[in-house]
């Protein structure tokens, strides 16, 4: 079982729409939860953190973490065209490497 | 805050050729760094973990002589791919994690050595 799991895509939602981007982690001792955002060619970019069960909102990028179901989700509202990229989740441990999940590429259609 | 500097940005050199990489960061001491490999359309690979003052930690199957790497600093590590071959061609990435204030730290990452070996 890989440790972050995520659908690899693509998921194409129209321009305006809300975009979900979930993914699941098998070691239940996480304690941080990131988003990156990388765009073809580039390297990843932070977008968000998140370390506590519930919601943690951002500009249009939310964050929804629950601990019990193992599961990190960001939705992303009023998708627009540039935020066509590969979203990656990543989870730690504390103080242990980060470990990221092989992520989603979301197509945000004009 | 948190910029991770990565130099540098391409490097086209022959085959057998010896090649460095370096990563800084610029704004925040880094205890630990990580280097990773990407190739087109896949997902990142971690190579290493680089931590200051002491020998990397190699993931599986990567060669520890082949992929030389020195954090001499709280601020620089470095990656040399030695006697490179155009199978080495690939996007190297680096990251760092900020000393830490507490153990809920991310990864900030460089923008990439895009590296082709003619």
């Known amino acids: 079982q890989k440790e972050v799991e995520q659908n690899s895509g693509p998921l194409s939602v129209p321009e305006g729409a809300i975009a979900s981007l979930n993914c699941t982690y098998s070691?239940?001792?996480?304690?941080?939860f990131f988003w990156y955002r990388q765009y073809s060619g580039k390297s990843p970019e932070l977008i968000m953190s998140?370390?506590?069960?519930g919601d943690k909102e951002d500009g249009r990028f939310t964050a929804q973490l629950n601990k019990a179901s193992q599961y990190v989700s960001l939705l992303i509202r009023d998708s627009q065209p540039s935020d066509s990229a590969t979203y990656l989740c990543?989870?730690?441990?504390?103080?242990?490497?980060?470990?990221f999940g092989t992520g989603t590429k979301l197509q945000v259609i004009p | 805050g948190a910029v991770v500097s990565q130099h540098p940005s391409w490097v086209i050199c022959k085959s057998g050729t010896s090649v460095k990489i370096e990563c800084r960061s610029l704004?925040?001491?880094?205890?630990?760094m990580f280097w990773y490999r990407q190739f087109p359309k896949q997902s990142l690979m971690l190579m290493a973990t680089?931590?200051?003052?002491?020998?990397?930690?190699?993931e599986q199957g990567v060669e520890k002589d082949k992929f030389l790497i020195n954090h001499a600093s709280l601020t620089l590590s470095t990656l040399t791919v030695t006697s490179a071959h155009p199978e080495d061609s690939s996007f190297y990435i680096c990251?760092?994690?900020?000393?830490?204030?507490?153990?809920?730290?991310?990864?900030?990452f460089g923008d990439g050595t895009r590296l082709s070996i003619l």
């Open positions: 704004d925040f001491q880094a205890t630990t």
């Open positions: 070691d239940r001792v996480s304690q941080s």
């Open positions: 680089s931590n200051e003052g002491s020998k990397a930690t190699y």
């Open positions: 990251s760092a994690r900020e000393r830490a204030k507490s153990e809920y730290q991310p990864q900030h």
């Open positions: 998140i370390y506590s069960n």
């Open positions: 990543a989870v730690s441990g504390g103080y242990q490497k980060v470990t």
